[in-house]
């Protein structure tokens, strides 16, 4: 077993957050490169096995061969369904990094990145009919304008999609640096690369819907782990993390406690210990862990 291309963010924390169960059912929602996987492997005997998501094909690259180690090439929101196709129906322990895998930004084709010139993809599965291009291209100006403030917290996003717009009405926009050149005028030198990375950010969220299938997971997570179960989820954006802090704090993706049929209140998890953020040597040896975060729940 090797990892051969990510290098696992907060990796002993929240395999710590896990308490893993040598005999348990373990899912890793988001396999990537197979740092998380390959620790968690390491603590499960013959007799537990781990499940792990990654709707990318490249990530088939890095799988192990374990016999209790179980690939499914599919987007983690059908979790659930996929769990019970293998004959698991509760298991112990879930965890999930939800940021994109160093190898895809570090793909120039795969159109992540604003530093390399490629096509505008951001497509994490490969066959989704949406990609940045299209968004890009074709949404209305009020659609893109409500993207990119939502996704990307731009106080501006109306401003962005008048000159994108513009922009598109003369010439298809196709590739990064062609967006690039587009948006520059708009920012002081000193601030560009910040705001282009929320607007990529934004665009990478929309073409992957990725808010949506977050708050699916999470709901499909209460189900399907035992009473005393662990959840540890990594978040690198506070969009994400917020509504995994609400989910876990009350229930739901509002501020207030969800209330069952009676009027009792139904709150699946409880929060372990404080967020936790990575160490300065390790933001020192991996950049892309400066925002990250870990919150940890257990299931009542």
């Known amino acids: 077993m090797k990892s051969s291309y990510h290098l696992p963010v907060l990796l002993e924390e929240s395999i710590n957050g896990l308490k893993v169960y040598p005999k348990g059912v373990y899912v890793d929602a988001t396999f990537g490169g197979g740092g998380h996987s390959y620790e968690i492997l390491k603590n499960l005997s013959n007799e ?23 690939f499914v090439n599919e987007n ?3 979790m659930k369904r996929f769990l019970k196709n293998l004959g698991f129906s509760k298991v112990n322990g879930i965890l999930a990094d939800l940021g994109v895998s160093s190898f895809q930004i570090n793909t120039p084709e795969r159109g992540f990145s604003y530093r390399y010139n490629a096509g505008l993809d951001m497509r994490m599965n490969k066959k989704n009919d949406n990609c940045a291009m299209k968004v890009v291209n074709e949404y ?23 000159q994108i717009f513009t922009a598109r ?6 590739t990064t640096f062609d967006l690039n050149k587009i948006l520059s005028p708009l920012f002081p030198e000193r601030y560009l690369n910040k705001n282009l990375s929320r607007i990529y950010q934004a665009i990478r969220i929309e073409v992957n ?31 994400e993390d917020r509504l995994v802090k609400r989910f876990i704090n009350n229930g739901s993706f509002s501020n207030h406690k969800e209330k069952d049929f009676y009027g009792n209140f139904s709150v699946p998890f409880r929060k372990v210990g404080k967020m936790i953020q990575p160490s300065g ?17 257990e299931k009542i």
């Open 140 to 162: 209305s100006l009020e659609k893109l304008s409500k993207v990119l403030f939502e996704y990307g917290d731009l106080k501006n996003s109306k401003k962005i999609s008048n």
């Open 48 to 70: 537990g096995s781990l499940i792990s998501f990654d709707q990318d094909p490249d990530s088939f690259n890095n799988t192990f061969d374990e016999t209790n180690f179980y």
């Open 209 to 239: 819907k990725e808010l949506d299938v977050l708050k699916t997971f999470l709901e499909q997570s209460s189900q399907l782990l035992v009473p005393g179960g662990r959840l540890c989820i990594i978040s690198y954006h506070s969009l």
């Open 76 to 78: 983690f929101k059908h």
């Open 169 to 174: 009405s003369k010439e298809k926009i196709k």
């Open 281 to 297: 040597s390790e933001i020192k040896e991996n950049i892309r862990a400066r925002s990250a975060k870990l919150r940890i729940a």
